[in-house]
């Protein structure tokens, strides 16, 4: 059996579980807690970080980004990197735009202040912080926004690991209530779609101890 260390509410992490979804993949759900440093997990990733996906509950993969090249190495089909040379280009572009720059804009910012906090008691989110990570996160939602109304998915003409990273983290601040949506319809229109796929619907159930999701979070028509 495959093992994923996840968070539920990591970006990554749900990249990850989505991507392995649409292959098709089982596997186990585990949620670690990185703040812990527990040493069975630091075993398995001396980095202390997730997702990691321990296939046949022995051989480590560290990081979203591997996980995902690896899932397209041992099986193509089907193809969620890009069809020809430069869509996958694209496609990484993306992909890399939402493990880096939006966890550090918005994530680092809203995540950690409305959720993580709690977590490990560090007290309430500081409107300060808040602030600065919605502001960044308008910019990011008016550029898939713009993505959205010029192409037919955010790399291209198919659905690929740019639409699973960017709806994974859009998810997060969805459930939090963060995402204004009606004020960017081709950025909506294109959410659905996403989040109206089978593999999606998973982490549609995760919930927040104590936090419900805003209304519509589950709704795959909003």
Partial sequence: MNILYHLPFSGDCRLVRIALAEKKINFKLLVEPIWKRRKKFLSHNPDGNVPVLLIDEINPIC?????????????????????????????????????????????????????????????????????VGRKNLKIHVDYVNWLSKQRDWLAGKHFSIADIAAAANFSILDYLGEVYWYDYPYAKEWYVRVKSRPSFRDILLDKVPGMLPVKHYNNLDF
């Avoid at 980004?65 to 040379?85: C, K, R, T």
């Fill in 63 to 131: 990081g979203a980004s591997v996980i995902v090249e690896w899932l397209e190495d041992i099986q193509d089909v089907p193809n969620i990197m890009g069809e020809d040379p430069l869509a996958k280009a694209e496609a990484r572009r993306i992909l890399n735009w939402f493990s880096k720059k939006f966890y550090k804009e918005v994530e680092e910012f809203i995540v950690y202040e409305k959720i993580i906090k709690g977590f490990i008691g560090k007290g309430q989110p500081n409107s300060n912080t808040l602030r």
